[in-house]
């Protein structure tokens, strides 16, 4: 035999499939706060409590009031590649956040998952996963939703333990992980409370469920999460093009910021980190603001899921449309004609 090899070629284990799943999935505390949340939103919560302990290394707890998951169906939730969002093989029509069935096992996998759910038909029951080995589901009270703990992330994994950053930054990331979901989602209410020590905590992060149309929703939840200064020196934005929506708010020149830290972007709700719209976005921005300036803003493309894939890689964040050119061009135009209007009211004002 090869010096690298070891045996004839055999089937990895189930536990070991988790945790190389979990490295894609559950980059650091953020990611699982992230899975979990989305989880929450799909099941209909209307409110979703989130605490964290110590940058939520030692603990991680997701309380919401959702649909439940019914008691026998708790092995299958943390199962991999089990899933209740799409039907069968369809990944061309996703409407959920979830569809890959892979978060909760690839959390069980790597840290100390206890799953607590009650449904309307079926009793509160509790399931925990520690380290991939899955127990037996228990009796437990809970009156409505889903409540999932998970501590001791990456307890089962040294490696990827020793390259998380201090708690402050991990709660940072979790926070900034908070508030996108909050943003796309502004009739639920969310909290963020930090738990380090035990005890109640104290709130780091609070948006309440907002209602009203379009863009009053919209002004109110951004206005929560990115400041009421932003919402008074932002210009709508409501476009259409070829069955692309662009909805949302973009800042004002004059309140741009050193750095690109109050850029959201959204596609079918879900916030994404995408180059192509980073990049129309600077073009749109070309003529109004110098290379070191950037734009607050927070911008929502809606589409046919068919027009967009968003299985391009576990984590969910960079999405791969159809018709990039399209997107772009939307954003571009879109942009500059709202901030030239803008720069031509306000420069005819000061000349009135
Ligand atoms: P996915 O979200 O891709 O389906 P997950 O591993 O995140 O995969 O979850 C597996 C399944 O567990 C979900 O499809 C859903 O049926 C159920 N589930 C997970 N979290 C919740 C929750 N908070 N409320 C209700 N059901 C949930
Ligand atoms: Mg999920």
Partial sequence: LAPN????????????????????????????????V??????????????VADGGKTVIRITDDGCGIPSEELPLAVARHATSKID???????????????????????????????????????LSVTGGKTGSVKPAALSKGTVV???DLFFATPARLKFLRSDRAEMQAISDVVKRLAMAEPSISLTLRDVSGGGEGRVTFRADAVTGDLFDALRGRL??????????NAVPIDADREGIHL???????????????????????RPVRDKLLIGALRGAYADFLSRDRHPAVALFIDCDPHK????????????????PGLVRGLIVSALRHALAEAGHRSSSTIAG
């Fill in 38 to 51: 989305e989880n929450a939103i799909d099941a209909g919560a209307t409110r979703i409590e989130i605490a």
């Fill in 88 to 126: 069968g093989s369809d990944l061309l029509n996703i409407h959920s956040f979830g569809f890959r069935g892979e978060a909760l096992a690839s959390l069980g996998a790597v840290g100390r998952l206890t799953l607590t759910s009650r449904t309307d038909r079926t009793d509160a029951a509790e």
């Fill in 308 to 323: 967009v894939d968003v299985n391009v890689h576990p984590a969910k964040s960079e999405v791969r449309f159809r018709e």
């Fill in 223 to 232: 206005g929560q999460v990115m400041g009421r200064e932003f919402i008074d």
């Fill in 247 to 269: 909805t949302g708010l973009a800042g004002l020149p004059t309140y741009s910021r050193g750095a690109a830290v109050a850029q959201y972007l959204f596609v079918n709700g």
């Fill in 5 to 36: 090899i070891r045996a004839s070629i055999q089937p990895l284990e189930e536990s070991a499939i988790n945790r190389i799943a979990a490295g894609e999935v559950v980059e650091r505390p953020a990611s699982a706060v992230k899975e979990l």
């Fill in 149 to 151: 703990t998970l501590r």
